[in-house]
């Protein structure tokens, strides 16, 4: 196992004193913006190579690259290992594409993978040395369609989740003394209470019923004692007072 770390580091570093020391100082930009040839090639070389060589380490050299110390080295193990359980086997690399923008350049190296392709892109300084790598992953549209469905039933999710807990929650409020919903419940049954007829009201009605009966019996007898006939030949149907004025 340290011999395949000191090898890995050995290309690793080889590759990078190579930009840096052999080729330091001899950057040149044309007065249009374009990058000499030499320039060019240099920093293709070491973009490729770098690519080359960190793509197959291992989770073990991973590792242990983060922690050698070296700002770059931590910063590309870094980019790489949350990119690479993403990407799957490598395949093949594509024409390195260079930019110059305030004493840097950017090398874009694109690389196809088994499950999606994505881009290295390295900073380089004025001497060639590189400073910084990221690695940008390039999701394909069924992918990206998979991850906003995801999404979505994720936030609708919580968002119902949280509902939920809001109706829970609500729905104890009537526990708490001194709350409305016990407040309300109380002026309810007190309102039932007051529209239920009392035993007394109930009981009146049958006396009630019972008085009016014999009073008709009566009132009837007497018609038919005046009249000298019976009570068979009429019916008495209502009893109205009569309010007479007092002379």
Same mark, same amino acid.
């Given at each position: 196992?340290? !011999?395949?770390?000191k090898k890995a580091s050995s290309v690793l570093t080889a590759v990078v004193c190579a930009a840096s020391i052999t080729f330091s100082g001899a950057s040149?930009?044309?007065a249009d913006g374009e990058i000499d040839d030499q320039t060019k090639t240099t920093i293709e070389t070491t973009a490729e190579g770098l690519t080359e ?13 983060? %922690?050698?110390?070296?700002?770059? @080295? ?17 395949? %093949? @690399? ?16 694109? $690389? ?18 590189? @400073?910084?790598? =990221?690695?940008?992953?390039?999701? =394909?549209? /069924?992918? @990206? ?13 919580? $968002?119902? +989740? ?11 409020? !009537? ?6 919903? !016990? ?11 007051? /529209? ?11 006396? !009630?019923?019972?008085?009016? =009966? %014999? ?10 004692? =005046? ?8 019916? +008495? ?11």
């Amino acid at each position: 196992m340290n !011999q395949m770390f000191k090898k890995a580091s050995s290309v690793l570093t080889a590759v990078v004193c190579a930009a840096s020391i052999t080729f330091s100082g001899a950057s040149l930009v044309l007065a249009d913006g374009e990058i000499d040839d030499q320039t060019k090639t240099t920093i293709e070389t070491t973009a490729e190579g770098l690519t080359e060589t960190i793509i197959p380490l291992t989770d073990e050299q991973i590792e242990a690259y983060m %922690e050698s110390g070296d700002e770059f @080295t931590e910063n590309a193990m870094t980019a790489w290992n949350g990119a690479k359980e993403e990407l799957g086997d490598m395949k %093949e @690399t594509g024409s390195v594409e260079i930019e110059y923008s305030n004493d840097e350049y950017t090398a874009t190296v694109p $690389v196809t993978f088994e499950k999606e392709d994505a881009e290295f892109i390295y900073v380089f300084d004025k001497n060639l040395t590189p @400073t910084s790598l =990221s690695v940008d992953v390039k999701y =394909s549209f /069924a992918t @990206t369609m998979k991850n906003a469905a995801l999404n979505t039933v994720m936030g609708l999710g919580t $968002v119902f +989740v949280i509902l939920i807990m809001l109706i829970f929650l609500i729905s104890l409020f !009537q526990f708490i003394p001194g709350s409305g919903a !016990q407040e309300a419940k109380a002026k309810k049954k007190a309102a039932e209470e007051a /529209a239920a007829p009392t035993p007394a009201t109930v009981a009146a009605a049958p006396v !009630q019923e019972a008085d009016n =009966s %014999e009073l008709i019996a009566v009132i009837a007898a007497a018609i038919a004692a =005046s009249e000298g006939t019976s009570t068979d030949g009429f019916v +008495v149907r209502s009893i109205r007072k009569i309010n007479r004025k007092k002379r």
